[in-house]
């Protein structure tokens, strides 16, 4: 059966980050165009953003890290390690004539091991923090989101036809969305349907699906906490 040989740089496009430029790790893609990156980095970039970081095509306007998935490319640690073991033949070949190894041998040899270390290792971790995770799922399920990143706000009403809440101030995680909020007033008021609701940030009606770090970011512009919202009975705009 014939073999062809490929240089490594003619499939560097197609096993390298974009966000940072290294070998993918972890590799996952953007489901609505199909962009691939380290799933860390992607992660990171979804924080401040809700488009892909290489067509700008928008992913979710709320809730983009719902829209990627998790690839395994095992063809990318293939290359790593038949490249390791030309780079090694090379470094014993200088070793075994009593010559000094090239800086360049070395230099790449010593960062494709740690490339591979890391990714052994988390793997490791992951597969660790999988059957911890496992031995204390009671614990992690009653934790309720408050390792998450915190909100406070203020829930006033603005209309004379529903009553205002006895707590107003509340605090909850920031991936908590506007149909929680929703949601958590219709039963205090006791209301028959939270879908009947508005609920308003700087006289803007705010989507059902925000999260209230969206809101935080782009309504409320991280102005002094607690995040002031208003509510009211729904509106039906002709």
Not at 223 to 232: F, M, N, Q
Request: net charge positive; proline share 3%.
């Amino acid at each position: 059966m014939l073999t062809r040989k490929i240089k490594l740089c003619h499939i560097n496009a197609h096993i390298t980050c974009r966000l940072c430029e290294g070998y993918l790790i972890d590799a996952t893609t953007v489901t609505e165009c199909l962009h691939t990156f380290c799933r860390s980095c992607l992660v990171k970039y979804l924080e401040e953003n809700n488009t892909c970081p290489t067509c700008r095509i928008v992913i979710h306007q709320s809730h983009p890290l719902q829209y990627i998935g998790h690839l395994r490319y095992p063809l990318l640690f293939v290359v790593f390690a038949s490249r390791a073991a030309e780079i090694k033949k090379q470094r014993d070949f200088y070793q075994k004539l009593g010559m000094e190894v090239p800086g360049d041998i070395k230099g790449e040899l010593c960062n494709m091991k740690t490339h591979l270390d890391q990714r052994n290792g988390d793997t490791k971790s992951e597969d660790t923090g999988n059957k911890e995770a496992g031995e204390e799922k009671p614990e992690e399920d009653n934790d309720y989101h408050r390792s998450d990143e915190q909100v406070s706000i203020c829930l006033e009403c603005n209309s004379s036809k529903l009553r205002g809440l006895k707590r107003k101030w509340i605090r909850c995680s920031a991936q908590a969305t506007v149909l929680h909020l929703k949601k958590f007033i219709a039963k205090k008021l006791n209301l028959t349907s939270f879908n009947e609701l508005d609920i308003l940030c700087n006289e803007e009606i705010l989507g059902k699906d925000h999260t209230l770090k969206f809101v935080v970011v782009t309504r409320w512009r991280f102005k002094k906490s607690p995040l002031l919202l208003h509510y009211r009975p729904k509106m039906d705009l002709l």
